[in-house]
T-cell receptor, first 116, second 119 residues
Framework: NAGVTQTPKFQVLKTGQSMTLQCAQD?????MYWYRQDPGMGLRLIYY???????DKGEVPNGYNVSRLNKREFSLRLESAAPSQTSVYFC???????????????FGSGTRLTVV | AQKVTQAQTEISVVEKEDVTLDCVYE???????LFWYKQPPSGELVFLIR??????QNEISGRYSWNFQKSTSSFNFTITASQVVDSAVYFC????????????????FGKGITLSVRP
């Protein structure tokens, strides 16, 4: 089925370890996003990529890096994980063409990351 | 900067009661989209509605209805005759719109409202 695929779904890291969260979409969307969700905080934007080859910081970028590998893939890297990065991470993509019927954003199912 | 405020954090109702979830937003843009998402206990984000800033018509979809008022910068969501399956976290969100392409840009979310519907 068309959509946004995130891997892994669950991960436990030790403080200081590094890892990359993978995200891929097959809808030919230009824009992709990484959000984190913490209890009582809603979803906060970490980084986004308006189009292939561009990336920009969101609200909470510290401690993260991203790579827009191609139009389909947008990865999020934690270079040295910290307990404060324990969260649920969502990847999303959006449609660039204006559409009355397409609501525009598709979210992945999330990655639950625990840093101990 | 854009901001979405969901002042209610937790609401508990008995099944069949009506419940309204409030959403107030701030933006300097004249063109924007407003959204509501549902996040059930399973964790995925479920799209409920998108509203364009130029369309202030209220919308009804089954037991769900939305009231958009630009004058008060509010986009409230009402569930009529609530059911246990409505128990979830509900997010209101706001997105910028590219002035030329009409494309969505980054979404700004409220902190969410946890709705519990008791049998």
């Amino acid at each position: 089925n068309a959509g946004v695929t995130q891997t892994p779904k669950f991960q436990v890291l030790k403080t200081g370890q590094s890892m990359t969260l993978q995200c891929a979409q097959d809808m030919n969307h230009n824009s992709m996003y990484w959000y984190r969700q913490d209890p009582g905080m809603g979803l906060r934007l970490i980084y986004y990529s308006a189009s292939e080859g561009t990336t920009d910081k969101g609200e909470v970028p510290n401690g993260y890096n991203v790579s827009r590998l191609n139009k389909r893939e947008f990865s999020l890297r934690l270079e040295s994980a910290a307990p404060s990065q324990t969260s649920v991470y969502f990847c999303a993509s959006s449609e660039i063409r204006y559409s009355l019927t397409n609501y525009g954003y598709t979210f992945g199912s999330g990655t639950r990351l625990t840093v101990v | 900067a854009q901001k979405v405020t969901q002042a209610q954090t937790e609401i508990s109702v008995v099944e069949k009661e009506d419940v309204t979830l409030d959403c107030v937003y701030e933006t300097r843009d004249t063109t924007y989209y407003l959204f509501w998402y549902k996040q059930p206990p399973s964790g995925e984000l479920v799209f409920l509605i998108r509203r364009n800033s130029f369309d202030e018509q209220n919308e009804i979809s089954g037991r769900y209805s939305w009231n958009f008022q630009k004058s008060t910068s509010s986009f409230n969501f009402t569930i009529t005759a609530s059911q246990v399956v409505d128990s979830a976290v509900y997010f209101c969100a706001l997105s910028e719109v590219h002035p030329y392409t009409g494309a969505n840009s980054k979404l700004t979310f409220g902190k969410g409202i946890t709705l519990s519907v008791r049998p």
